[in-house]
């Protein structure tokens, strides 16, 4: 006989401290249907263990410049693993973001070289 999965449900602070998000940003994340949570007997929000993952992956996709539109639209599994980071679906979405930091970047090293010009213009005066 087997040990059965432990299939606890999360309030949106125990989630907030398990991921390190804040209770805002679930909020957000759920608002956009990005995480499945249910109503408790008292009417909170409740989270089931996966949504640790998710909420995990949400912020890592975040953090490298993807909005909550453009994420709704990767796989599922995207989500789900822990540490997923790409798959044949997200490979083209996930190139484009690359070509548009690169973009801002080069745009960026622009402005700071005119400003330095200027700069210096005005040192010299």
Known sequence: MGIEPRHSQLSIGEL???TGASI???RHYDGHGLLASSRSANGYRAFSELAVTQVKQLRRFIDAGFNLDEIKHFPECMLIIDGALACPETKGAQRARLVAIDQQ???LEHRRMR???MLDDTQNR
């Open 115 to 117: 400003l330095r010009s």
């Open 24 to 26: 805002r940003a679930i």
């Open 105 to 107: 970047i080069t745009e």
């Open 16 to 18: 907030a401290k398990l």
